[in-house]
């Protein structure tokens, strides 16, 4: 009875799904932002791991639904909260996905390390690896009870990791098919480099029972790299760079499609990338905030004590007013000092285009 009524209902659903236009969904991809809440990834001067690897699951996740309606997208985070590893690989698991994507960005102790690089599960060349698989799988250590959730898993003893030699993935072939495809459109359309696809015993990996693959973005740790990650044309050419991957993956031989964000023009040579950086430089400036009010001020006011074409920010319920317009800090400074014969509580304040930011971000994306 309870068969014959499932049934019932699946042809009823079905039926609706047809009438309305909407799709049934026949493939589930389940997309992975690596870390988040209280656990933020690996650190750069002005990026953090978690925000990045979000901002990027997010956008492929929009790209993946507006080229490819029937697909569904489940996303094991949607905002900037902790979710332990072996809940992520849950979610694949009783969702039945088709496909998972984990998304991290990369750091190391040598600066000058870069490029993108793609994991699927394995052990082959496992010491090469073994570095950041024991960083990624540290993140345990973070969950209640961790021990008895990984069987007494140590992240941090290589002796655990001997028990990946056990094991071998059944959607090996198809994980290596699809972490391929994501390196070469790194390399070939957005000419990132290439440090390969690689295998790792990563524990969100082990746990998924479909095609898996870990990507590494590129490294927050070099500081040009960083730029790029954090920059909106950098996070819209590593998710289109993704998100066409997967349309090679899911329709092999067919047509890329073409999205809106296919208008946005990425940089993909290093004098591309180089020149986007100086743009981002560029749109930094410094001004000196002389006063606040809650009342909207004429340039001619007799308050300004003489400084001309001042401007204002409203904050709320304040209007901030500012004099100058300085290209670098060293100058802001100088202003500064002399402004201060007039207004001597004056402070110098940074904006990115017309968002004020914190000085220190400023010094730092100028460096």
């Known amino acids: 009875m309870n068969c014959m009524m499932n049934m019932k209902r699946y042809i ?18 389940v997309i992975d932002a690596g ?7 690996a650190i750069g001067r002005v990026a953090r791991e978690k925000v990045l690897n979000l901002n990027a699951a997010l956008q ?21 909260v902790f979710i332990p590893l072996h809940q992520r690989a ?14 991290h960005a990369n750091a190391s102790d040598n600066r000058n390390a870069s490029g993108a690089e793609t994991f699927v599960l394995g052990t082959e060349r496992m010491e090469d690896n073994l570095d950041i698989a024991m960083r990624e799988n540290s993140v345990i250590k973070m969950e209640a009870d961790y021990q008895s959730s990984y069987e007494g898993f140590d992240p941090n003893s290589i002796d655990s990791y001997i028990m990946f030699d056990l094991l ?92 809106k964000s296919d208008s946005i023009k990425v940089p993909t040579t290093q004098e591309q990338i180089t020149q986007s950086i100086q743009e981002k430089k560029s749109a930094i400036t410094y001004k000196i905030q002389i006063f606040s009010s809650r009342n909207k001020i004429k340039n ?21 007013y500012m004099y100058g317009n300085c290209k670098t800090y060293q100058e802001a400074k100088k202003l500064q000092e002399t402004v201060k014969k007039k207004f001597k509580d004056c402070i110098v304040v940074a904006f990115d285009g017309d968002e004020q930011i914190p000085v220190k971000k400023a010094i730092e994306l100028q460096k």
């Open 60 to 80: 492929l996740g929009e790209m993946i639904k507006e080229a490819y309606p029937e697909v569904e997208v489940i996303y094991t985070r949607k905002t900037d």
């Open 90 to 103: 849950d979610i694949a698991n009783k969702s039945k996905a088709d496909l998972f994507i984990s998304i």
């Open 35 to 41: 870390h988040g809440g209280d656990d933020p990834g």
């Open 168 to 259: 071998q993935s059944d959607y090996m072939n198809q994980s290596l098919q699809f972490a391929t495809l994501v390196q070469k459109q790194f390399v070939d359309s957005l000419k990132r480099g290439d440090r390969g696809v690689r295998q790792a015993a990563f524990l969100v990996l082990l746990r998924t029972a479909c095609p898996s693959v870990l990507i590494e973005m590129g490294f927050v740790s070099n500081r040009d790299e960083e730029r790029f990650l954090a920059s909106e044309a950098g996070k819209i050419g590593i998710t289109r760079s993704i998100f066409r991957a997967f349309s090679q993956f899911y329709k092999p031989g067919q047509v890329v499609p073409v999205l």
């Open 300 to 320: 001619t006011d007799p308050c300004f004590l003489g400084l001309k074409n001042c401007t204002y920010k409203k904050d709320g319920v304040w209007y901030k």
């Open 12 to 29: 009823v659903s079905l039926l609706v799904c047809i009438a309305i236009g909407m799709p049934m969904h026949a493939y589930t991809v």
